[in-house]
């Protein structure tokens, strides 16, 4: 177990060396320009046909929304299938969408709802191409250097929300949203060329690939078994659904509390964007000083001063420097809840941990986008940033209940140490279901250190998918103990031992140091059979192997 702040002495500028993490990060940061003009066209048309203030959120809803809805499914994809051709996929289908809304606007065809409509499906392709993108960064760049490449993404993002919205308020003001849809469409094509000239290696399974389903409910399973993740997500929804109310309020802000046009919106975006690229470069000082929960607790409480303010500030120059505090702030809480995330996950579910993150976090921002539009548009700018303001201050004080988890960096690599064993009797991978027994021989003085053992091993069993777990105490033999558990076919068996990491080696080598005897703890495993069943070939196998 590597402690994070020995690693994040590294400069967040190493990953660069990857010719192939380069080419595609510098690909992406032209698609976030594109992407965030974009945003600026959608958002400031939208205000000139749309009458009402919650429509004008709603833009913002309609893109986060979609990534809530489907990221579970793009995580299953991004670790069921090739992750860069899913890219490509991804790719191709917002080119062809961000053609369709320039062709729409320059007809004066777009109405609100149809611009609801394609905004919707720019975020559906985002919930496609993310959970394989961030996923892919981990196997582009060594695990030490994990972190610094997740606050690399964030540094370019932000260098693009710095710079690309005030470039897309110039282009709306002097071409109007279908120019800002148009450069959105050309800036699919640098990572378009650089996905396909991108060769990673081939992957090789010993197993056939989990079906979609299968994997949508495994990574479920995995991340609700996985206390750490569950107050990452917790946390991330949290944030989420409070500090959206400034992105999603601020054309609103620009166009009337500041009495600006699309440029001064475009300006307001930039001084967020520009207070995000500080704050990811001054990440990893803070993370070297603090310890992940003091970290998001200054986010939150900066991003709550700085929501305040823009809710109050009548005058440009004010509200500027309070969106850099918030752009600082989002950008601290976002890269830490993504690189925890990811550390916390092993490489064969951490496509479906990262999509449940962005779906908890994602899901909040949709929330609270419609919340904080109707809240403005009944009460006022005021009430709604100051009712948001509060709050991040009670998501502050909740890590005093719920902290995150330390920032450590946990060994997932798969254990390999597990070799299917030779069966006598004739087995098709779909038979099923298997029971597996194991037996442990505990003395009294060890009963309660085992209890506490056995208690973490029944999350591990469970959350890598075994069913129906259970500890057996032999009545005839009191010092006699029985693990069992049940898998519905002998592929996921085999699939469910291959899951296992270093990390959670640690737990089967207590359980056998308090095993006593010679011998190792005996397995046994069986098939299930209904009576009918006659056709039996091969000789029975012997019921106890040993480990």
């Known amino acids: 177990m590597i402690h994070l702040p020995m690693a994040e002495r590294l400069s967040p500028l190493v990953p660069l060396e990857n010719g192939t993490f380069r080419n595609i990060w510098i690909a992406n940061l032209a698609s976030s320009f594109g992407a965030l003009i974009q945003g600026v066209g959608a958002a400031w048309l939208m205000t000139s046909i749309a009458d009402s203030v919650d429509m004008v959120a709603l833009v913002q809803a309609s893109t986060s929304l979609p990534i809530m809805m489907f990221s579970l499914l793009g995580g299953a994809i991004a670790d069921s299938f090739n992750r860069r051709q899913v890219m490509l996929a991804a790719q191709c289908f917002m080119l062809a969408v961000s053609i369709l809304l320039m062709a729409g606007a320059l007809l004066g065809l777009i109405s609100p709802w149809l611009l609801l409509a394609f905004t919707f499906l720019l975020g559906c392709g985002t919930a496609l191409n993310n959970p394989s993108w961030q996923a892919s960064v981990g196997d582009m760049v060594p695990r030490e250097q994990l972190p610094a490449a997740v606050t690399l993404n964030s540094i370019g993002f932000n260098i693009s929300r710095s710079v690309g919205p005030a470039i897309g308020g110039i282009i709306v003001a002097v071409a109007g949203a279908a120019g800002a849809f148009a450069l959105n469409a050309l800036s699919y094509l640098g990572l378009l060329y650089v996905l396909i000239r991108w060769k990673p290696p081939a992957e090789t399974s010993r197993l056939p690939r989990e079906g979609i389903g299968p994997a949508m409910l495994s990574g479920v399973r995995y991340v609700a078994m996985s206390p750490n993740l569950l107050r990452i997500l917790l946390r991330g929804s949290i944030f989420g659904f409070t500090a959206i109310s400034v992105m999603a309020l601020l054309p609103v802000v620009s166009a009337s509390q500041l009495t600006g046009g699309p440029l001064t919106y475009g300006l307001m975006l930039g001084s967020f964007g520009l207070g995000a690229v500080g704050g990811a470069l001054l990440s990893g000082r803070l993370h070297m000083r603090f310890s992940s929960e003091a970290v998001v607790r200054i986010a939150f409480v900066s991003f709550a001063i700085a929501a305040f303010i823009t809710g109050v500030s009548p005058s440009v120059w004010i509200t500027s420097p309070a969106l850099m505090l918030g752009g600082a702030s989002w950008v601290l809480a976002l ?8 550390l916390s996950s092993p490489r064969w579910v951490v496509g479906r941990a990262l999509s449940l993150y962005q779906t908890a976090t ?18 006022g700018l005021a009430i709604a940033f100051g009712a948001a303001s509060l709050l991040m201050l009670a998501g502050a004080l909740l890590g005093l209940r719920i902290p995150l988890p330390p920032r450590t960096m946990i060994d997932l690599d798969p254990l390999n140490r597990w070799q299917e064993p030779h069966l006598e009797t004739e087995l098709q991978p779909r038979s099923g279901p298997i029971l597996i027994q194991i037996s442990y021989k505990i003395r009294p003085e060890n009963l309660t250190a085992f209890m506490a053992v056995m208690d973490a091993r029944k999350r591990i069993r469970r959350r890598d998918g075994a069913r ?3 500890l057996l105490r032999d009545l005839g033999q009191p010092n006699l103990w029985t693990e069992s558990y049940q898998t519905p076919t002998w592929t996921e068996y085999v699939r469910h031992n291959l899951r296992m990491t270093k990390a959670d080696a640690e737990i089967g080598e207590k359980v056998r140091a308090l095993h006593e005897g010679p011998e190792p703890p005996a397995v046994q495993r069986f098939v299930e059979r209904p009576t009918n069943w006659f056709e039996v070939t091969g000789t029975p196998k012997s019921p106890i192997d040993h480990i």
């Open 335 to 342: 890269s830490l809840f993504n690189v925890s995330v990811q």
């Open 362 to 379: 994602f899901g909040g921002m949709a929330l609270g986008s419609w919340i904080w539009g109707l809240m403005a548009e009944s009460y």
């Open 468 to 470: 129906h777990w259970t």
